[in-house]
């Protein structure tokens, strides 16, 4: 508790005064508090002869027995002088910076990297002052060529000795001779032969080389041995794949019975036959072009399609005009030219012969009536798919069908099968026997 002056009360109860003194003795004496206005008849302040305040003014005549603990006689008086150093004794510096200083030169220079001895051999040459000269001498056959710009010194040999060891190893007149002492012959052997020249050192000699004869005659070749050396040993002109050594080519032959002949208009333009016979392309199959062509339906342009089975028997020729609105078919069996079938296509038939919707009287052909109605008949086989002549546009309704052959027989048709454009007609025995195919069959449709 503080410090209280107004503690105790003139008219406080007794009671309360110790407990309020003792208060105030313990403010005064743990709180130190002190107002003194003088002290040994001092106050303090800042002027001479008071007592010293530390508030930022400087004071007069501060007298202080003591300063951080230190004596007047601990700090150097405002005037004063040191002592003067020595080479024994120290003074503002020590003895060894004063002596290291009194070793210094006058015009002492920074030290600078240099070689002091230069050691040549088992001799050492050392510099006799800090700027002393190291001259170079050249010797025999030696040139010495200085570059001031660039700082430095080219060592080169010069003369006729061109090193140290060349020169130990001449002896007698090896460093002046220009010419041997004894002639000598040079000459060839081998795969290369050539006149003998005799050469004394004087001048250049030159030997013209002829290769020896391989045993080949000369010639050109179609395959060559050669040997280690590079030399052609045998040659041979071998002409079929077999000489060759080939083994994974057609052979002429087997390529002409596996391949279409060469310029058979296969992948290009179909090739031109123009003023040669038809039979030119048996066993050829191809395409081909031509006019005024022998056998041709005509002498106009045509273009034909052919197949061959084999390459003597069987080739199927189709012919088809230059504008593409006649087709002709034919065959060349063993050599023997069929003649010419013409394909009728529906297009070919006219639309109103004879005032009807069209017709075609042949052993299968049709009749188109105007109102739509189509009535077709041919020959077909017995459990074989056959086509109409003309494909009906919507169906076939309905078809009838007899045997086609001579006297009684006991054979009959069982059913038929149509579509749009084919039909098929199923026979067996009367005795109910598995049925049968390939006979002859006439068949009646109608569809539209």
């Known amino acids: 508790m503080a410090y209280d002056a107004t503690k ?5 109860f007794l009671s309360e005064a110790p407990n309020e003194l003792r208060n105030n003795f313990k403010g005064l004496k743990e709180d130190q508090i002190v107002d003194a206005a003088l002290l040994k008849g001092l106050v303090p302040g800042n002027g001479n002869g008071q007592i010293p305040v530390n508030n930022g003014t400087e004071c007069e005549n501060l007298n202080a027995a003591m300063l951080s603990g230190k004596t007047p006689s601990d700090f150097a008086p405002k005037v004063h002088t040191h002592n003067t150093v020595t080479a024994s004794s120290d003074g503002f510096m020590t003895s060894t910076q004063n002596n290291k200083l009194a070793g210094i030169a006058a015009n002492a ?24 000269t190291l001259e170079m001498v050249a010797g025999t056959n030696i040139a010495i060529t200085p570059d001031a710009t660039n700082d430095r010194v080219t060592i080169a040999v010069s003369g006729k000795v061109g090193s140290a060891a060349t020169a130990d190893n001449c002896i007698g007149n090896s460093a002046t001779a220009t010419k041997l002492t004894t002639a000598r012959t040079i ?9 003998a020249v005799a050469f004394d050192g004087t001048a250049n000699v030159t030997i013209p080389l002829t290769l020896a004869a391989s045993g080949v005659v000369a010639g050109t070749y179609k395959s060559v041995t050669v040997d280690a050396k590079g030399r052609t040993i045998a040659g041979t002109n071998p002409a079929t794949l077999a000489e060759y050594g080939i083994t994974d080519a057609y052979s002429k032959t087997e390529a002409n019975i596996n391949f279409a002949p060469s310029g058979a208009g296969l992948g290009t333009l179909a090739k031109d036959i123009s003023g040669q016979n038809i039979l030119v392309v048996k066993g050829k199959s191809g395409f081909y072009r031509g006019n005024n062509v022998g056998a041709a339906p005509n002498s106009s342009w045509w273009y034909f399609v052919v197949v061959a089975h084999d390459l003597n028997s069987y080739t199927t020729v189709e ?35 004879l005032g009807d919707a069209g017709h075609y009287f042949v052993q299968n052909g049709f009749q188109k ?25 919507s169906a076939c309704f309905s078809a009838v069908g007899s045997m086609n ?18 039909i098929t007609i199923y026979e067996h025995e009367s005795d109910g026997g598995e049925s049968r195919s390939g006979d002859s069959i006439r068949y009646i449709a109608i569809g539209c």
């Open 8 to 12: 105790p009360e003139d008219t406080g």
């Open 369 to 393: 009536l105007s109102n739509g109605l189509i009535i077709q008949w041919g020959i077909a086989k017995g459990k074989t798919v056959s086509y109409f002549p003309i494909a009906f546009p």
């Open 109 to 132: 220079e920074v030290n600078q990297v240099a070689f002091s001895n230069v050691l040549v051999g088992s001799t050492t040459i050392q510099a006799d002052s800090k700027t002393d």
């Open 187 to 195: 000459a060839t052997s081998g795969d290369a032969i050539g006149v």
């Open 405 to 422: 052959i001579g006297g009684d027989s006991a054979r009959g048709v069982t059913s038929i099968v149509t579509t749009a454009t084919s």
């Open 319 to 353: 012919a088809i005009n230059f504008f593409g609105t006649e087709r002709y078919t034919a065959r060349i069996d063993n050599g023997i030219w069929s003649g010419w079938m013409q394909i009728v296509t529906a297009n070919m038939i006219p639309e109103n012969t």
